[in-house]
């Protein structure tokens, strides 16, 4: 049980470290990616995929607990590459729209500026997923 725990968030942490190093140049490092939701890879993507490769190792890829994994797998990563980058998508055009009206002090206290980068790209999910999958391979041949 641990494995499969330890498994999923190393996978996950790994992903948003990984943001860090992608996100930063040479001279200074860009602590705020950190705690993004967007960007090469998906956290989201790795820390599913990561739990469902380790269950089906471990568990058997016939368990109930393995179709459990892959369904939830399908939704977040459904979620990460649709919903959320249409998400972004809206905030991206309110902030324009928001902008294109007068510079006003009102405008900018009720209208704060919303969020653009919240969902991935096919390749962001393509890298996480990947990235998830060889971290719960690793993590079953390891252990």
């Known amino acids: 049980m641990y ?16 943001k860090l190093l992608i996100k930063s140049n040479k001279i200074k490092l860009n602590w705020r990616s950190l ?14 995929v990561s739990l469902t490769t ?6 058997n890829f016939y368990s ?12 977040v990563i459904r979620d990460a590459l649709g919903v959320r980058r ?13 902008k294109d009206l007068k510079e006003d002090k009102m405008l900018d206290d009720a209208y704060p500026k919303l969020l653009e ?17 060889f971290i719960g391979l690793a993590s079953y041949l390891i252990f």
């Open 3 to 18: 494995q499969i725990l330890i498994t999923s968030l190393a996978a996950g942490i790994i992903a948003q470290l990984s």
């Open 35 to 48: 705690s993004s939701y967007a960007g090469m890879p998906s956290s989201h993507a790795a820390f599913v």
């Open 54 to 59: 380790i269950v089906g190792l471990t568990q």
């Open 64 to 75: 109930p607990l393995f179709a459990i994994c892959f369904i939830f797998s399908i939704l």
């Open 86 to 98: 249409y998400l972004g998508q809206h905030g991206e055009i309110i902030n324009t729209l928001v």
């Open 117 to 133: 980068k919240i969902g991935h790209t096919p390749a962001q999910i393509i890298a996480g997923s990947a990235l998830g999958f």
